[in-house]
């Protein structure tokens, strides 16, 4: 029996997500014995870039975030990547999703470029939180508490920079995921 079990976590994504950001985490979660469900704006497959460059895998979607109710699921997982984050961002369901986590306390991570996601739904303010470097400015105009670290934790919200945090990122998702809700994640 994994840490996880019995938890349901939603994985929001779309064309363009760094590869290794969705499929690391997320069989680190099923090995917890997770239920994980890929969400994303339609129906279908998904592909991922590595490096920004190559178009790679597919990835089976499970539901539309049309579809998709967050209060079904424990936490979220939001994988970077250039075009993924900047997909989402200009998505109002997309946000909304996002903004539910927040105001249910339940835990969300975001690594890499994802962050940005975070931006535009309006729940960085006063929070710490990491990134890949080049976003730290939109980031800290947005109000948060950038710092350059592996993997950082506040209220519920785990943050990593890059692919090379992963091992990092994903020990933080499971622990997070595990406690479940936290009384200081908010909107």
Same mark, same amino acid.
């Given at each position: +029996?994994?840490?996880?079990?019995?938890?349901?976590?939603?994985?929001?994504?779309?064309?363009?997500?760094?590869?290794?950001?969705? !499929?690391?985490?997320?069989?680190?979660?099923?090995?917890?014995?997770?239920?994980?469900?890929?969400?994303?704006?339609? +129906?279908?497959?998904?592909?991922? +870039?590595?490096?920004?460059?190559?178009?790679?895998?597919?990835?089976?979607?499970?539901? !539309?975030?049309?579809?998709?109710?967050?209060? !079904?699921?424990?936490?979220?997982?939001?994988?970077?990547?250039?075009?993924?984050?900047?997909?989402?961002?200009?998505?109002?369901?997309?946000? !909304?999703?996002?903004?539910?986590?927040?105001?249910?306390? /339940?835990?969300?991570?975001?690594?890499?470029?994802?962050?940005?996601?975070?931006?535009?739904?309006?729940?960085? /303010?006063?929070? /710490?939180?990491?990134?890949?470097?080049?976003?730290?400015?939109?980031?800290?105009?947005?109000?948060?508490?950038?710092?350059?670290?592996?993997?950082?934790?506040?209220?519920?919200?785990?943050?990593?920079?890059?692919?090379?945090?992963?091992?990092?990122?994903?020990?933080?998702?499971?622990?997070?995921?595990?406690?479940?809700?936290?009384?200081?994640?908010?909107?």
């Amino acid at each position: +029996m994994g840490l996880l079990t019995h938890r349901i976590i939603a994985v929001l994504a779309v064309d363009g997500f760094e590869e290794s950001e969705l !499929t690391v985490p997320v069989q680190r979660l099923k090995e917890e014995n997770a239920t994980v469900h890929i969400i994303s704006a339609e +129906m279908g497959k998904i592909q991922p +870039m590595k490096g920004d460059k190559d178009w790679t895998i597919e990835v089976d979607v499970d539901k !539309t975030i049309a579809d998709a109710d967050a209060s !079904t699921y424990h936490g979220l997982l939001l994988p970077g990547g250039v075009l993924n984050p900047d997909t989402l961002r200009k998505n109002e369901d997309a946000l !909304t999703f996002v903004k539910a986590f927040f105001e249910a306390g /339940k835990p969300v991570a975001a690594i890499c470029h994802a962050p940005q996601i975070l931006i535009s739904a309006e729940v960085v /303010k006063g929070r /710490k939180l990491t990134s890949i470097p080049h976003i730290s400015i939109d980031l800290k105009n947005a109000g948060a508490n950038w710092v350059d670290e592996e993997v950082v934790v506040d209220q519920g919200l785990v943050t990593s920079r890059s692919p090379k945090d992963l091992p990092a990122f994903c020990d933080k998702i499971v622990e997070e995921f595990a406690e479940g809700v936290h009384s200081g994640q908010h909107a």
